[in-house]
């Protein structure tokens, strides 16, 4: 029997992480999710039975796996280990292209393509494909797509939404598209197979993600919460994504910004671990966030 395989794309901050714990909310499959490391998916605590550093095993039946040396190796030791599972899916990288992932299905027999999963900012989408740095990425995501998630309905508004759709038709004037709050999905979308064949296209082999400034950001300290609320609001438009966790004076919180918007909410940490990713006129941050150190 071939396993359904999903592949969940979107660009930094549509909101994948909170799609993924959804799914395994909702228990109605026992699902394998490969992702680049843990530190990209931040699996919700309860759902947690136990991990070894690779794995995380969860209560549901479901597990994650850290693709480690790549895609195709971390899919291989999955399929091979001989586990029960539903379906299959990946999580791709805010900056990939997830077509890239999906032609995995398209040569592994043991797979057949389901769906390829597309998260877009309902508040930022026309800006991102108009931005000289980020506009190819976003626009090649769109085009893999079989369903297009408008996620974040309720904070873009009647307007603002309106113009994500026009902005999404105008890539590719087919593209099935649904607008969604906290990517809430019907539960049974997963159900039936989305993936309809559009034509032999294949993926370039350029790494788009070469194109981006990566860093990380970690100090055994915590943060003046004051001061850490100054530097956020101060960040440059070249930062597209900051999360982790971090220590500050007001408690331990899980830190979330996606352009000029970031929450902090509380959650257990020890010191200070941030990864962030901006265009490639991106500075160093580090001397900015050491200044708001406690």
């Known amino acids: 029997m071939r ?27 026992r699902y394998a999710v490969l992702v ?14 136990g991990h070894d550093g690779r794995t995380l095993q969860l209560t549901n039946g479901c597990a994650c796996c850290s693709l480690g040396g790549g895609l195709l190796d971390g899919l291989g030791d999955l399929l091979d280990s ?3 599972f539903d379906q299959v899916v990946v999580e791709a990288s805010g900056v990939a292209d997830p077509w890239r992932i999906a032609e995995v299905a398209l040569v592994e027999p043991r797979l057949t393509l389901d769906a390829v999963l ?3 900012d309902a508040t930022r989408l026309p800006t991102q494909l108009a931005d000289r740095y980020v506009g190819e990425t976003v626009r090649r995501q769109l085009l893999a797509a079989d ?23 105008a890539v590719r004037p087919t593209l099935r598209l649904l607008a969604t709050e906290q990517a809430a999905i019907p539960n049974d979308l997963l159900d039936q197979p989305l993936h309809q064949p559009r034509g032999r296209f294949r993926a370039e082999a350029a790494q788009h ?17 004051a001061a850490l609320v100054r530097a956020l609001e101060a960040m440059p438009p070249s930062l597209l994504r900051l999360k982790g966790f971090c220590a500050t004076t007001q408690g331990p919180a899980l830190l979330q910004m996606v352009g000029p918007r970031w ?6 940490a020890e010191g200070i671990a941030l990864v962030g990713i901006g265009t490639p006129e991106l500075l160093d941050l580090a001397a900015a966030l050491d200044a708001a150190l406690a």
Do not use: M
Not at 147 to 169: F, I, M
């Open 3 to 29: 396993l359904p395989f999903t592949v969940i794309g979107g660009f930094l901050g549509a909101g994948k992480t909170t799609l993924l714990n959804r799914l395994l909310h909702q228990g109605r499959r």
């Open 36 to 49: 680049n490391d843990f530190g990209s998916l931040n699996i919700d605590a309860a759902l947690i039975a």
């Open 82 to 84: 001989g586990q029960p």
């Open 118 to 120: 597309v998260l877009a």
């Open 147 to 169: 369903l297009v998630l408008l996620n974040k309905r309720d904070a873009a508004g009647a307007e603002a939404l309106a113009a994500a759709r026009t902005a999404a038709l």
């Open 209 to 225: 993600e070469d194109s981006f400034r990566r860093f990380l950001y970690q100090r055994d300290g915590r943060f003046d919460h």
């Open 263 to 268: 929450t902090l909410t509380p959650e257990p």
